[in-house]
């Protein structure tokens, strides 16, 4: 059961961490992508886009920044939600187990998103999503295991 709550908690912290950098990267990131958006189109070089700025730059920066900005928000709560229900998972109970095992196959379903983005994301964010990935899919075997089951029985019980 300590496995379980412990794991569920690594993985609601990885989440939260992993919005976090979207937060505090996301002008930077979103000028790199909206750069290499607008030279795509245009044929010109990303860095030539970034120097000239322009009205287009600074609207595909604005649209990339705010996308980033909701995805960060979307990890960030489902990190809270996967932490709140693994904290409750001490109580064994069947039905918090099966709200952790949703909330850990959200974060995970996530975490895939952020780890395969090819918008926007650095090698930081990458590695934590996998982490974070790993780690809700592990919540969600650690959460069925027979010894969590008779820890519940057992609790039940009492």
Known sequence: MLALVGVAVVSALAAIVDGVLFFTGGRDMAAG???????????ASADAVRA?????????LDEVQSTLAVRGGVAVFFGVVLLFWGLLALRGAVWVRVLLTLAALTNAGVALRLATDIEGGTA?????AWLTLATALLVVV????????????????R
């Open 33 to 43: 992508v909206a750069a290499e958006t607008i030279a795509s189109i245009t044929g």
């Open 52 to 60: 000239d700025g322009g009205a287009l730059f600074e609207a595909a």
């Open 124 to 128: 930081a964010i990458r590695g934590v």
């Open 142 to 157: 650690l959460a069925w295991l027979p010894p969590v089951n008779r820890y519940a029985k057992a609790r039940k019980g």
